[in-house]
């Protein structure tokens, strides 16, 4: 069975650093991507970015481009989500999900959630003014 998990959540202060890591597992399909997803409180789900596993293509939404950096590290399966310069709008629970490549590209872009079949438990992530 595929399984995700989301870990690295906490309070931090404006300007301050995170690192989100995400544990994969189970995927029998060779070219599957990781995405990473957030959630503030009465907002919609917002794609943040993706990596393709298998040559490290990656994606950001303009919200994050320049202060976040995804990575994998294929021999311990994880996929990392190293976010700097935070600020409160970054406020919100934070998901990684796994899917074939295209869809996990697409529900990314796009914040079409809905289209990633494979999610791990959210981790908050708080940021103080």
């Known amino acids: 069975d595929v399984q995700l998990q989301a870990f690295g959540g906490g309070l931090v202060q404006a300007g301050g650093s995170l690192r989100l890591s995400c544990a994969v597992s189970g995927f029998t399909f060779d070219d599957y991507s990781i995405g990473w997803f957030r959630q503030a409180p009465g907002k919609e789900r917002e794609g943040i970015s993706c990596i393709r596993r298998s040559d490290g293509s990656a994606y950001y939404a303009d919200s994050v481009k320049g202060r976040f950096i995804i990575s994998s590290d294929n021999a311990k399966n994880m996929v990392y989500l190293q976010m700097n310069s935070l600020k409160p709008d970054d406020t919100a629970v934070y998901y990684c999900?796994?899917?074939?490549?295209?869809?996990?590209?697409?529900?990314?872009?796009?914040?079409?959630?809905?289209?990633?079949?494979?999610w791990g438990q959210g981790t908050q992530v708080t940021v103080s003014s």
């Open positions: 999900a796994g899917d074939q490549t295209q869809a996990i590209f697409i529900a990314t872009m796009t914040s079409e959630s809905h289209l990633c079949n494979y």
